[in-house]
């Protein structure tokens, strides 16, 4: 209450109430002023990043109008200066200007340029190292030489002064609480990139290897510091995956890709997408899009991985490597969706291809080991699909046994026939053994195999 007296009605002193707010007509309402100020945090943050790419061209055009003056080694400080521009930008920004949000792109553009370092500090090493002898002529934009080891000693000594810091102090403001370990896995990986090999096989295992150890890191960071599931700390997991992404693009895009390549890279694909559906506080539909691209990487990991050996393994055990790839993979998908119909597809698809390989292995190959192993995989669709009462799979394994038996049968005949009695006595010897480790322990095994069954039918039926 206003305790200022106004005025005096029969002597009595008359105190003021509270003034009556109008609204103005000048139309600046709470709601003007909050869109306002919406509005000038949203020309801010564009304002952020077409400044954080302006200046980053400005930088990258700076080098480039250097690398025409002297050896590639001042080409690659160059190069390497860059990397502490971007750090010392956001440090400007974080103890300067007191602004963060920026300053986080440019520490994450620092963090993304450590690779590119690593990178031309691999082809350097390369040109006077080879393991694989695969090196060869390349674009003048991505030919990289030095004279001797003693200078790439020099150069990779400075380089990591520089490269070291960066990354720690990177990570620290991305993920503070994980930033040592996830500087000591980053740091580990960008290291694949300096192994003096180029040949599609060994790059091939690098690059598998490199994404299951980055996968296998992810899990395990996550599991210990939820932090990490804020923007920022997704951002720092993803950068674990660069260096592989490098590896592999490095090969494709300068090398010779064979079907052994393929079915790594496209492994590397299935296990990263895996990794990203089970991710904690996932979108669901994302989630399921992902599985669903899952199955035809898959496809592409089989018929690639049943090329690379065709020339290596016969026929007839090209059709279960294809089967067992594929199923593996197709049941993994099925096991974890969400989406009930993509389970079912899944599965559908592991009969189907599973029955057709074979099938065709059989007709092709018209031998007695290819009609065994057509028998055999028969016989587990259609045990396997009574045990999960899935129709498709029972009627596709009774087809893959009419096959073996139709196509094998002259071939099995003629196997008895051109054996010896000793060959067959040794058989019949062998099957009266395993009749009898049936007998002695088939009941503890089928109340296994019918526990993992049920355990299998009921995540399926969870999902």
Known sequence: MNARTHARVLGEPVVDQDPIFVPSSSGHSKESILQSLQNFATISEALRFLGAGVLVASMSVFLLQGWNEGNDIRRYLLLLSQTGLLAASGFALTYGLKETKGARIFFGLALISVPANFTILSALLYSVMQWDGALGSYPAYATWQITDMANIGLTFAG??????????????????????????????????????????????????????????????????????????????????????????????????????????????????????????????????????????????????????????????????????????????????????????????????????????????????????????????????GRALKDRIATAAGGLTVLAGVAFGFSEFVELIFDSSWIELAIFGATSIALGSLLDRHGASLKMRLGSWLNELGKARQEA
């Open 159 to 384: 380089a990591m002064v520089v490269l070291i810091p960066v990354t720690m102090f990177c990570f620290a403001i991305m993920a503070r609480h994980s930033s040592t370990r996830l500087s000591a896995h980053f740091l580990l990986l960008n290291s694949l990139l300096l192994l003096p090999i180029r040949s599609s096989t060994a790059v091939g295992m690098v690059a598998l290897l490199g994404t299951v150890y980055a996968l296998y890191a992810v899990g395990k960071l996550v599991r210990n510091d939820g932090a990490l599931r804020t923007p920022e700390g997704k951002f720092a997991l993803a950068t674990l995956f660069i260096p592989t992404g490098i590896i592999l693009f490095r090969s494709m895009y300068f090398y010779q890709m064979d079907s052994l390549l393929i079915a790594m890279l496209s492994t590397a694909v299935f296990l990263a997408t895996r990794q990203i559906s089970l991710f904690p506080d996932r979108n669901q539909r994302v989630a399921v899009l992902l599985d669903l691209v899952s199955l035809p990487i898959a496809l592409i990991a089989a018929f690639s991985l049943t090329d690379a050996f065709s020339r290596s393994v016969p026929w007839e055990f090209q059709a279960p490597i294809f089967a067992v790839t594929f199923a593996v993979m197709a049941l993994d998908v099925a096991r974890r969706t969400d989406s009930r119909r993509l389970a079912t597809t899944a599965g559908v698809a592991v009969s189907l291809l599973t029955s057709t390989s074979f099938i065709f292995s059989v007709s092709i190959s018209g031998s007695a080991l290819g009609a065994f192993l057509c028998l055999l995989a028969g016989v587990s669709m259609v045990l396997v």
